[in-house]
């Protein structure tokens, strides 16, 4: 294909920098993907549910956050070096706690889904899409309350049984949410940008030159990588990553775990669901393959996960998949929500730097969000209007002075 629009070279070859790349490649762009990871992290190790009316954190009350970060088990787990070492951002997300922009949230991630709908379609990426996610509760009338303010239909605690859940109250079914295959979805996107003429350098760390008001070329190696763009989409190393450019986008890791489980080639639940009360996602894919994982830990980057919590995890797990005695677990791993303060995206040009863009700060609905993501970059960089409500709310800027 002839490229007539300059270069872009992308730091993060995660889900939301290769929407980037995809969306740049279509506009005639030559576009570099450097990783240090070659098979991918968080992208692959999530929950892979595209749910817009999960993109707002749930509220925490005073006494939840005391709990998380005294008490190791349970949904969420706050280390209290963590809260040391980020003091600005605990301050902030505290003042967040109930969040604003849970509204503009959504109306991203609906925003999101109708161009998955289109990338689905014209693309013919295979990632198992399921239609239809549901929001399990303990108690009925939490899920009728849940139900109502998210339009959602309310499920009874006998339809939730015929699912292949148990021990819950109600629910919420959301019956035009999605839930995809992570891995299936970061591969198929990864072969298609590839096909698509993207330079993908993998296994290699990277960092930014910088001249004056610009960065000059990505330096991988001993190797200079010169284009006319750049773009900073490393997840949750993005602070690390901007650091020596003297921008700091407030995003702190809040990992999680992952589960994968062989169901002896049978469907063991119908719908993939969000089990509220421990925070743990739960879906099927495939006869032989059922996914579960778990909520935020706020740990730093730390890969490992002690006996008790993996045990608090597949005892819950247990507690709520009737058929839990045929699951057997063939993979475990983890992930990390690059996470602002304020619950928001960071997309936009770096304050400070005339051909350096961010895209990050997703957090929980990183995958949800990854092709509104990669348009809204593509756009920006284009030097066109993203068509977006409130683009302002996503500026880089609101993190400087
Ligand atoms: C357990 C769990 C469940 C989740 N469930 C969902 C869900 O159901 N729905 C949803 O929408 N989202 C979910 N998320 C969130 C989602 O997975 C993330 O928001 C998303 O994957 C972030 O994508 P990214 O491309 O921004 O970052 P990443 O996937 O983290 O990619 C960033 C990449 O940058 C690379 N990198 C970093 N620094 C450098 C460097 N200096 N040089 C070169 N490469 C570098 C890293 O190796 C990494 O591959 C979940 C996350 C977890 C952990």
């Keep these: 294909m002839k490229r007539e629009k300059g270069s872009v070279a992308i730091i993060g070859g995660g889900i939301n920098g290769m929407f980037c790349a995809y969306y740049l490649l279509k506009l005639g762009y030559k576009v570099t993907v450097i990783d240090r990871n070659r098979k991918g992290l968080t992208s692959r190790n999530n929950a892979g549910l595209l749910q817009p009316s999960l993109a707002p954190a749930p509220e925490m009350s005073y006494t939840d956050i005391i709990k998380a970060s005294t008490v190791g088990l349970g949904p969420v787990y706050i280390s209290p070096r963590q809260i040391a070492k980020n003091v600005p951002w605990f301050v902030d997300a505290l003042k967040n706690r109930k969040s604003k922009e849970d509204h503009f949230l959504i109306y991203l991630g609906q925003r999101s889904l109708e161009l998955y709908s289109q990338f689905f379609e014209k693309e013919g990426v295979d990632a198992d899409v399921i239609k239809g996610v549901a929001t399990l509760f303990k108690e009925r009338d939490d ?36 839930s995809i295959n992570p891995m ?17 350098l993998l296994g290699h760390g990277a960092r930014f030159n910088i001249r004056g008001a610009e960065i000059s070329s990505v330096q991988v190696g001993k190797t200079r ?18 650091k020596n450019l003297d921008y700091n986008p407030m995003i702190i890791p809040a990992r999680g775990m992952v589960f994968l489980f062989s169901t002896g080639d049978r469907r063991i639940v119908s719908v993939p669901s969000l089990i509220e009360p421990e925070g743990i996602a739960i879906a099927q894919h495939s006869d032989n393959l059922l996914r579960a994982t778990s909520f935020f830990e706020f740990k730093g980057i730390d890969g490992e996960f002690d006996y008790k919590r993996r ?18 677990v063939i993979y475990s791993g983890y992930g990390f929500r690059p996470c602002t303060p304020d619950q928001v995206p960071v997309i936009g040009r770096v304050p400070g730097y005339s051909n350096l863009f961010i895209a990050g700060g997703q957090c929980r609905s990183g995958v949800t969000l990854a092709p509104l993501t990669g348009k809204i970059i593509s756009s920006l960089i284009e030097g066109k209007k993203p068509s977006i409500k409130h683009l302002e709310k996503m500026s880089p800027k609101r993190f400087v002075g």
Excluded: C, P
């Design 143 to 178: 899920a009728k309350a849940f139900a109502d303010l998210h339009d959602a239909r309310f499920i009874s605690k006998e339809k939730i049984h015929k699912l292949g859940y148990r021990n819950f109250g109600g629910g919420a079914m959301f019956d035009r949410e999605l």
């Design 184 to 200: 299936k979805l970061f591969d198929g996107v990864k072969t298609l940008i590839k096909s698509m003429g993207a330079q993908m």
């Design 225 to 242: 990588i010169n284009a006319d763009n750049y773009l900073a989409a490393s997840g949750s190393w993005l602070n690390e990553l901007l």
């Design 311 to 328: 045990r608090w995890m597949l005892d819950a797990v247990k507690e709520h998949i009737s058929k839990f005695s045929s699951m057997r």
